[in-house]
């Protein structure tokens, strides 16, 4: 072994050996950074494209904010499970003024615990569709909704869009007509054609629900399209 050898092995490597060093591996990350952004470019155009097939469109939410909207179905959801224990429950959904990447409108939901409660959150929405608060003893068939226009507060949450409150139309703002059926659904009394026009997801909900009763021999009764101008301007139901 030659003494430079030894004096290398005794004094370790010189300030230069470590700029060597540290410059060598600065090139070896940019190298695998600009390697990984080469193939995830290149694996753009061999992405898979989701669509939501239910909804025949790409799946997207709606804006957020206020938009114009019309009841198109009322499905009584039953007693379901949820954090706070066993609730019935009632969802509402909305035909919006604003097209999907198909062309259809948006239909945005909202699910509540089936009490016009004035504390209640679907009590407090429907109190702020119609004007006015439910009056103590006040009976509500939440069927009558069906085709009513309505003003939406849009909020993104997640995933997903939902309804923050819901108020009548502002005057001079035109109801609109919906595309699509109207769809009710009545635990007492269910409508089979009706549930056949649902969701499998929400078709396995309603399932579970230990009211859903009635004979799939019983003659159905859909629900009759309610006109955007049969109701009163001042409180739409």
Partial sequence: MRDFDIYAQLVGPSEADWRQAEESEKQRVEFERAQAAAQKSASKGNSMQLVNSSAGGDFANPTPGTVNAVCTRVIDRGTQETNFGPKRQLMISFEIDEQRNDGKRFMVNTVCTASIHPKSRLGGLLAGWRGKPFADGEEFDPKVLLGKPALLKLVENGDYGNIASMSKLPKGMSAMDPEGDLVHFDMAEPDWDAFA????????????????????????????PVAAGDFDDDIPF
């Fill in 197 to 224: 026009t649902l969701s499998e997801n929400l078709q396995a909900t309603l399932n579970k629900a230990p009211e859903i009763g009635g004979s799939k021999e019983k003659p159905a009764t859909q629900s009759a």
